[in-house]
């Protein structure tokens, strides 16, 4: 029974590796996917050509088939003086037509589609693996990738008309001084919005001096939810790494 399961456990694995490799980590402490990914790609790839090398004989005894029932056509056709002027029927193009049945049969044919990707992703799956950068199927990974950045684009557009709720109407900033906010700082900005750049350590540089921002408290304040950012009075000689212009003169100043 123990081999009876850890073969359906490695089975899993193999089916599991096909999903994108953001999704390993979840069936990885019950199925060993990340361990079997390489056997998947080999066998995408032997997949492939289990697919490709009879239907590549078959489609290639078809064409010749054709080129034959051609060349037949052609000959019984043939005129023994041509006309002058008239150009003479050969099989060249026949001939051709067979020579490049490989190219059509993996071009033209839902068996050559499909040998080309399984052959294909499966070896660029063992490369990647080999590197120890494993991917999924790409087809799968790329479906994934696009609904990733779909839902998450719906859920931050969903999170920041919830934030605006609260928030309601932009309004100018406010500013205080910090014993008024009760934080440890010179001056708050009190924004109606979270203001981006405006990280911890950031200089907020003013018309006649320079701020370091501290870190930022959310609070509600009349029933709304404000961003307070605490700034204090930048004196030191550290140098400057990330910074961002304000004007202060376009805030309103009270007691808060």
């Not at 080999?42 to 088939?65: C, N």
């Not at 931050?156 to 008309?161: K, N, T």
């Not at 140098?239 to 805030?251: E, K, L, N, P, Q």
Request: proline share 5%.
């Amino acid at each position: 029974m123990s081999y009876v399961r850890g073969a359906a456990a490695r089975i899993v694995g193999i089916a599991g590796a096909f999903l994108p490799v953001r999704h390993w980590h979840r069936l990885d402490a019950r199925f060993p996917v990340s361990e079997m990914a390489l056997v998947s790609a080999l066998l995408t790839f032997f997949a492939g050509a289990a697919i490709g090398i009879p239907g590549f004989f078959a489609h290639a005894s078809g064409q010749a088939s054709r080129a034959n029932d051609l060349m037949l056509a052609t000959a019984a056709t043939q005129v023994t003086n041509v006309p002058a002027g008239q150009p003479e029927v050969t099989t060249a193009f026949a001939q051709g037509l067979t020579a490049l049945s490989f190219f059509t049969f993996l071009l033209l044919t839902p068996a050559g589609w499909a040998t080309m990707y399984l052959c294909g992703s499966g070896c660029l799956r063992a490369v990647t693996v080999t590197f120890d950068d494993p991917i999924g199927d790409p087809i799968l990974t790329g479906i994934d990738a696009w609904l990733h950045r779909t839902t998450g684009v719906s859920r931050e557009r969903r999170a920041r008309a919830a934030r605006e709720a609260l928030e309601g109407p932009e309004m100018a900033d406010r500013v205080v001084t910090g014993a008024a906010a009760r934080l440890p700082a010179d001056i708050v900005v009190v924004s109606a919005r979270a203001k981006p750049g405006w990280t911890p350590g950031t200089v907020v540089i003013g018309a006649d001096r320079c701020y370091r921002i501290g870190t930022p408290v959310e609070r509600t304040i009349a029933g709304r939810l404000r961003t307070l950012y605490p700034l204090t009075e930048h004196r030191d000689h550290e140098a400057i790494r990330r910074s961002v212009h304000y004007d202060f003169g376009g805030a309103a100043k009270d007691n808060y």
